[in-house]
């Protein structure tokens, strides 16, 4: 979290009704197909409403997944106000060690803003092509994918595309994206830590692998929302928000369902355009999103595979709360609000805490992958359980790597190790245990079950991570990982 709070004041204040809000949270955590993670709410420059499902918390940093991407644009705006890098370029022209490489003339006619605006002129995406062309450097790997059609006149979710966004910027700039950002504009909107995924050739991936706190979502929020100006200063080029958050490609599929799809409204610098407003997201429901009409800005971090459902209560529940006027006397309604905020919680695992007949050889036991192999990621080869003073214990083995969770007690065992999880569940019956893992860094939950008859176990994200990764590395980046 910053050190350096944003203005608060209550929703009628700030003519939000609470019981909009209220309704919204209802829905939320109604819809089993939602795992809420957290919640902020601006209007007219000032945060009305903000909760954290606990286990999660404020200070807590996310994995953001695409919502990267609109920090990855807003570098780049920066960098072209410097002078650093012009829209208008070949993207070729900033890597001149392809040039022999690069002989499609779509490659080499396409500009830094088709990269920008996923107009790049391939019709799908390119990320497993791309590195299968080069391995080493998705830069030159992406260039060497030929584009179907002329850049500039075809929509296509292409990561390659940003990633080679984000290269342009660390190269001109000499800086990775997180070091460019934070003198020049981090810093000075009061963003706290930050953590960014790297490749192996130590680029930052631009596209993705940004780990940020929902505050940092709502501070980016609020700038945009204010056209670049942050507490009278002007920090971004002016006139860059409009030209980021404009329409520079068509993405309907022209069918009567478009209309009511926010993911066909347009798309500007790695910024979607919706049916109000316009927003940065990341996979499973990590939004920031800016509501120019209402003056407001609404960050989410979550969990769901129905990203346009969050979307869609948010605009039957909250567009209606946003009023023109300060609502008199709501003292009541924005207390009870204010409290449910304080208190959100996800629903822990069900289970008893301790096996329901006794020991009957769960202490030690140890359980091999059901069908006798893990088939995807985790790649765990084995889980053992353990009892000791402190409770009981999981053991789940990867690559030959130990991962020691606790759990036993009501609620969520939080254990702020390397990655931190929150472990909650335990036995089903005599015969299973049931336990659930979140990584706290991420949005992702994993399901562990353990069948005492057969000595087997499954292992089931709820949410499959996209970045393939170990789950001792499920966490914001750092030396220790």
Known sequence: MSDRPLPTATPAAQGVDATGVHAFLDALEADPAIEPHSLM???HGHLVASGWW??????RLHLLYSLSKSFTSTAAGLAAGEGLLRFDDPVISYFPEFEADITDPRSRAMLVRHVASM???HEAETLDRARAADPEEMVRGFLLVPPEREPGTVFAYNQPATYTLAAIVQRVTGQSLTEYLRSRLLDRIGVGELAWLRDGAGREFGFSGLHATTDAIARLGQLYLADGVWEGERLLPEGWVAEATRVHVDNSSGTPEAALSDWQQGYGYQFWRARHGYRGDGAYGQFCVVLSEHDAVIATTAATEEMQRVLDLAWEHLLPAFGPEPLPGREAADTSLAERLARLELPPAAGKFAPPEGDRDWSGAEFTPEGGVCADRPKLTAVEVTSGADGWGLVLTEDGRRLDLRFGEAGWAVAEGAPPTAVSGGWTDADTLAIDVLFLETPHRLAVTCSLPERTFTAKWRTTPLHPL????????????
Do not use: D, H, T
């Open 41 to 43: 709410i601006m209007r």
């Open 54 to 59: 606990a286990p999660y918390a404020p200070e």
């Open 119 to 121: 107009a790049s002129g």
């Open 470 to 481: 170990p789950l001792r590395a499920m966490r914001a980046p750092r030396p220790s990982v």
